[in-house]
DNA sequence: AAGGTTACCTGCCCGC
DNA sequence: TGCGGGCAGGTAACCT
């Protein structure tokens, strides 16, 4: 999925073509996303007051008290189109609005997933209450991940993108801070020091907002709301890099698996 | 109980 | 050109 630089991409992109508009149908492809689709009936003809984000998921509040929210998944996009145009492959939720424009939700892989909460209930869903801090706030910070990773026996790369730890870190902006701040993502949680704890702590703070800036990294099929796509992949340094030369030292980028996820890093440029 | 593995789903890219 | 295998940005349900 689009990772945190991306949902905040999507949010900005949508809010201006979403917000103030009203729901007045509702249609779905009949193939379920990840879990069950919500009854979007809770929805219908209350104006949209805001979209906001809490870690990779969408909020979109209503004004009859009522919150959708959204997890893109891995492939999930959100396009607002006119009502009249014909669907595209894989678009799986068309939610109408009243003034010919619809947003459409299309997902290739269906790993994504959408509720529906009262928005003074929020803070207690289940995929909401036991998400960590975010990332780009003072929250976030080396003695929060000091208290976090201590006792901790896992990698440091699998402690960043666990989201009970911070929240929005996913596997490219692991491996991308891990190599700014010259950690080895294979590293023992628990054994770094508090002075390597700063130098990630902001590397991660870094690359999330300069990412932001750039308006999202464009993988395959990451779009912006405004279907138009990001310029961070450019930026990579690690990420996707196996074999060629890291732009610090030339030496090889090395690419191995951990839990089940591609690590990228420099062993020259990290320990 | 923390830490690991696997599943969910489709498409693409690579090698044979 | 076709086919099988491996891989993809996330999360959580399982196991050990």
Redesign the pocket.
Known sequence: ???LP?VETVVTGLKPQVVGKKIVGFKDSG??L?YALPDFALLLQSPILDVTRR???LLFHFENGQTLIW?L???GQFHVLPTNQAEA??EHVTLTFQDDTSLRYRD????GYAGICATDGLSKH??LS?LGVEPLTADFNAKHLQLMLK?????IK?AI?D?AVV?G????Y?SESLFRAGILPTTASQTLSLQKLKKLNHNIKDVLIQAIKAG???????VKADGKPGYFSHSFQV?GRDGKACLVCKKPIQRI?Q????SFFCTKCQS
């Not at 006792?151 to 990698?155: E, G, L, T």
């Not at 839990?259 to 591609?262: K, L």
């Open positions: 999925m689009p990772e991306e193939k379920n990840r870690a990779k998921y997890h998944g891995m492939t492959k894989h290739t892989r269906r790993f289940i995929w036991k006792n901790k026996k896992i990698s699998q993108m989201n929240v870190v996913g596997n490219i692991a999202g990294s464009t993988i395959s099929d990451f990420y698996v839990n089940g996820r591609a």
